[in-house]
């Protein structure tokens, strides 16, 4: 996916990582999950296929 730039959150509690990226040796959250909030570090709208992939699913199940 595509990053624009080279900062990462670092979560508190890993337990709400659904997805993790590495990039040069570090390991860092791409999407966290609590309850309903959803939040990703990376941008779905320039990440190709893998992207609208990811806003496919969001809104299938935001919207069943």
């Known amino acids: 996916v ?3 730039n080279s ?3 670092r ?3 890993e337990g709400v990582v659904t997805a993790w990226s590495r990039h040069e040796g570090d390991r860092f959250p791409a999407v966290v999950r609590e309850g309903n909030a959803v939040g990703v570090q ?8 893998a992207g609208l992939r990811f806003l496919r699913a969001w809104l299938e199940e935001a919207h069943p």
């Open 7 to 9: 900062f990462a959150c």
């Open 2 to 4: 595509y990053y624009a």
């Open 11 to 13: 979560p508190v509690n």
């Open 42 to 49: 990376f941008h779905p709208e320039k990440s190709s296929a």
